[in-house]
């Protein structure tokens, strides 16, 4: 769950066709809605799914069309080039495909270059949408790094063309990372955006609107507005055609807080069942992110899984929200489904004992120790509160942990956002109520634009302690006020050591912590 502002407001007006003042601001440069005689790629490009000889490329067209890419190690393409036949894009993929490339050189800057073709004359081609991207390496000594953070366009905050738009994309490309692991409410379906909030001081932040924004996503068209909507910017289409994305969901993709077999109480829904709406997000997340398995909504299809990126790095992004049981006090004995389910959890033990990586990741989507409140009485992720041995499901999180240390499984540490603030936390055995665990680092970084939050409490069953937290000194704070935040991972591949970074736009390194590889706990 990311907090939701005190104060629900919709959307007045908005439509899909952008604010003049959209096309004012050279940072942004929106794609031009008009139709010509050749279809066009409007919505740039993304990567993803990348392994040591393939890679999931990504696109959106205006029309039908077939779905061509060509790579080449040349940035110029002059020699060495490949073409890949993708598919034809329609309707009922809302004119978005990915095409996967393969026998592709490991550890490689490859350059591709997407190219649409009107179906029925294939003469009739689009202008090359550019991207890039680097395949995983199979030998140690090269180094990794990777950025992660969530939460955008939350709260009601948008893209403001007074600042540019989305701005941290653009600093984030620059950081030059392998990839970005999006950590969770990748868009706010929940959450209309309106033309103009009216700051503290004052003066008034303005927003790009679309009709599809105006109001709570219910149909699966309105699902794939919000995609589109972040899609308007610039800086993030840039940074998508140059970056590959590692997406995870977490509840705003659906609606806040929701869980399976939720019924709504929300008098903005006429849907009331919010499997319903989940099945909608799931499709429309398919369509807009480089996730093959999830596309034309392919019930095998899973939201989690590992990416192996090298000898120096496995991530298993999980899913918790999918397979969770309903929120509550937390204060069962037993919970047998807690916030992952039963096969997501031994899926989660038996691969990372079989993970040989020196660093094995666990992207979560929600905190462990941070209590995240759903109303007066009940719990959103794992904590509930009280400090003592371990209820509800923070049983399940026990159950891993004990894992972890009795399989002496080296190298794991903890990535999350959700909260809306940055903060480094330490778990050890010897501050906690449940002992039989090896010491852990938890890292938690965003928003990367939305609403900032003040820090929330730890509960102590799993012995947290902060080494470092920054936060909005009150709820809802506007980007423009309490810029946005991301996290960096560094693993040098010399030495094996993995540094984190917690950073914050324009405002650079706010923490630095060095682990030592080879370890259970540290």
Do not use: C
Request: proline share 8%; net charge neutral; glycine share 10%.
């Amino acid at each position: 769950m990311a907090p939701m502002p005190r104060t629900r407001r919709s959307l007045i007006g908005g439509s899909l066709a952008l604010s003049s003042a959209l096309f004012a601001a050279p940072a942004l440069a929106a794609p031009a809605f008009a139709r010509s005689g050749r279809p066009n790629a409007l919505w740039g490009v993304q990567s993803g799914e990348i392994t040591a000889h393939s890679a999931t490329v990504w696109t959106r067209s205006d029309r039908p069309a077939r779905m061509y890419v060509e790579t080449s190690p040349s940035e110029a393409f002059r020699y060495a080039v490949r073409r890949h036949r993708g598919p034809l894009l329609g309707p009922s993929g809302d004119f978005t495909g990915t095409t996967v490339l393969r026998d592709l050189p490991p550890g490689q800057q490859i350059h591709y270059r997407v190219v649409l073709a009107d179906p029925d004359d294939p003469r009739r081609t689009s202008e090359p949408v550019h991207g890039s991207f680097r395949t995983t390496p199979v030998s140690r000594r090269h180094d990794v790094r990777f950025l992660w953070s969530g939460d955008l366009a939350g709260q009601g905050w948008g893209i403001n063309p007074d600042l540019g738009g989305y701005r941290v994309f653009e600093e984030m490309r620059l950081r030059n990372p392998d990839f970005f692991l999006f950590s969770g409410d990748t868009i706010y379906a929940d959450g209309p955006i309106k033309p103009s909030v009216p700051l503290r001081d004052g003066t008034t932040w303005r927003n790009v609107t679309t009709e599809e924004k105006s109001k709570v996503a219910e149909t699966l068209a309105e699902f794939r507005g919000n995609f589109r909507y972040n899609l308007l910017d610039r800086n993030l289409r840039d940074f998508n055609a140059r970056v590959p994305v590692l997406a995870q969901w977490d509840d705003h993709e659906v609606r806040n807080n929701w869980y399976p077999g939720q019924l709504i109480d929300d008098p903005r829904y006429t849907v009331r069942e919010a499997d319903t709406l989940a099945a909608r997000a799931r499709q429309a997340f398919g369509e807009y992110f480089p996730v093959t398995d999830l596309r034309g909504g392919r019930a095998e299809g899973r939201m989690y899984r590992v990416m192996r990126y090298g000898p120096l790095l496995d991530v298993f992004v999980l899913d918790m929200r999918t397979y969770r049981n309903a929120n509550s006090p937390g204060t069962r004995t037993e919970d047998p489904i807690g916030i992952l389910g039963p096969e997501q959890l031994a899926w989660l033990r038996r691969e990372l004992t079989r993970s040989r990586a020196t660093w094995k990741v666990i992207a979560a989507d929600m905190p462990l120790g941070i209590v995240v409140p759903d109303g007066a009485t009940d719990f959103e992720a794992v904590a509930q509160g009280d400090p003592g041995a371990p209820l509800g499901r923070e049983l399940q999180i026990a159950e891993l942990l004990r894992h972890i240390k009795h399989q002496r499984i080296t190298g794991t540490l903890w990535l999350t956002a959700d909260v809306h603030y940055t903060a480094a936390n330490h778990y050890a055995p010897e501050r906690a109520a449940f002992a039989d665990f090896a010491p852990f680092w938890e890292f938690v970084s965003g928003p990367i634009g939305a609403g900032g939050f003040p820090a929330g409490r730890l509960d102590a069953t799993f012995g947290p302690e902060t080494a470092f937290v920054q936060s909005a000194p009150f709820a809802n704070m506007s980007p423009s006020e309490n810029p946005p935040y991301y996290g960096e991972v560094d693993i040098d591949g010399g030495s094996g050591e993995l540094t984190v970074r917690l950073r914050r736009q324009g405002g650079g390194v706010l923490f630095t912590k060095t682990l030592q590889p080879g370890r259970v706990g540290q």
